[in-house]
């Protein structure tokens, strides 16, 4: 059973930052791709940025290229999402997840496992 621990988020500025980390547990997790999603009140979850399973291909939303980073360190099964210049339209529920493929995607339903989410705000 695959597990994944979501940390970091909170309250901040526009303009500011925040790392989140995701922590998985199993051992297949350098063989898959990850991938942070989001989700605003009222609206749909939403693809933020993937990462292939070795770390090396990233695909990021247009709302938050530029901005977003996504890393992955493999020897400690953790996935990371910085975010620099955050906006108040930034705000919402973020969350991990794991898909069934080593290639970066977009689609929800490549995604076998999600973590459990952790709040990012951001004032204005």
């Known amino acids: 059973q695959v597990q994944l621990v979501q940390s970091g988020g909170g309250l901040v500025q526009a303009g500011g930052s925040l790392r989140l980390s995701c922590a998985a547990s199993g051992r297949t997790f350098s063989s898959y791709a990850m991938g942070w999603f989001r989700q605003a009140p009222g609206k749909e979850r939403e693809f933020v940025a993937a990462?292939?399973?070795?770390?090396?291909?990233?695909d990021y939303a247009d709302s938050v290229k530029g901005r977003f980073t996504i890393s992955r360190d493999n020897a400690k099964n953790t996935v990371y999402l910085q975010m620099h210049s955050l906006k108040p339209e930034d705000t919402a529920v973020y969350y991990c997840?794991?898909?069934?493929?080593?290639?970066?995607?977009?689609?929800?339903?490549?995604?076998?496992?999600w973590g459990q989410g952790t709040q990012v705000t951001v004032s204005s």
């Open positions: 997840a794991k898909t069934r493929t080593s290639s970066a995607t977009r689609e929800t339903y490549e995604y076998a496992y």
């Open positions: 990462i292939n399973w070795i770390g090396i291909i990233a």
